[in-house]
């Protein structure tokens, strides 16, 4: 099966910087690449994905990028702000049962 | 708003005890899926189903089981609990086709004692 491997597992930076979290998958089959949000005592919420037929997506201050043939993706922040303080979850599915398998998540920090 | 419901927030219950953990969506997903979450191990795969009366095994099917009787309700089932039972349990849901978003419940925090 699938096995996503996630780095760093925690991330500190002081606000305004950019924060980059790196993720690599196993599964060649896998074309759908999502990130989730989890903030304290929530549940995880999707803050952007990428498919497999795409390089590099943005939203904003948030931006994915994926090399399909390292089969690596990773999120970038940039211009971090306090409430970016949250775990990130990367994570990778084939266009099967829409499975994730998820990393096993990055606690990022962002001190004022 | 989707909204993903799990009937509880948290649970204590005693080793040995059957304990069901409900789950509901609103958006007429086809695809629901139990994860469990712990500390440093992320999201992890416990039983999926992708329509009515059926279920597929995850990751980490052992010592669970899984019920859905209706399209919208999912149930997980720890048959007897144990402590090594004891985390979050996070269901979700998506539409059948694969590329997707899935929305996630509150979460249930289980302690079994």
């Known amino acids: 099966g699938e096995n996503v491997e996630q780095h760093p597992s925690t991330l500190s930076v002081q606000e305004g910087d950019s924060a980059v979290i790196k993720c690599t998958y196993s599964?060649?089959?896998?074309?759908?690449f999502p990130w989730y949000k989890q903030e304290l005592g929530k549940r995880p919420q999707l803050i952007i994905d990428i498919r497999s037929n795409v390089g590099e997506k943005k939203d904003q201050r948030i931006a994915v990028t994926l090399n399909k043939t390292a089969k690596h993706f990773s999120l970038h922040i940039t211009e971090t702000q306090p409430e970016d303080s949250a775990v990130y979850f990367c994570a990778a599915s084939d266009s099967g049962y829409s499975t994730l398998t998820f990393g096993k998540g990055t606690m990022l920090l962002v001190s004022p | 708003d989707v909204k993903v419901t799990q009937s509880s927030r948290y649970l204590v219950k005693r080793t040995g005890e059957k304990v069901f953990l409900e789950c509901v969506q609103d958006?007429?997903?086809?695809?629901m899926f139990w994860y469990r979450q712990d500390p440093g191990l992320g999201l992890r795969l416990i039983y999926f189903?992708?329509?009515?009366?059926?279920?597929e095994k995850g990751d980490i099917p052992e010592g669970y089981s899984v019920s859905r009787e209706k399209k919208e309700r999912f149930s997980l089932i720890l048959e007897s609990a144990s402590t090594n039972q004891t985390s979050m349990y996070l269901c979700a849901s998506s539409p059948l086709q694969g590329g997707t978003e899935a929305f996630f419940g509150q979460g249930t925090r289980l302690t079994v004692v």
């Open positions: 958006m007429d997903h086809e695809n």
């Open positions: 599964d060649s089959a896998s074309n759908y």
């Open positions: 189903s992708y329509d009515v009366k059926m279920k």
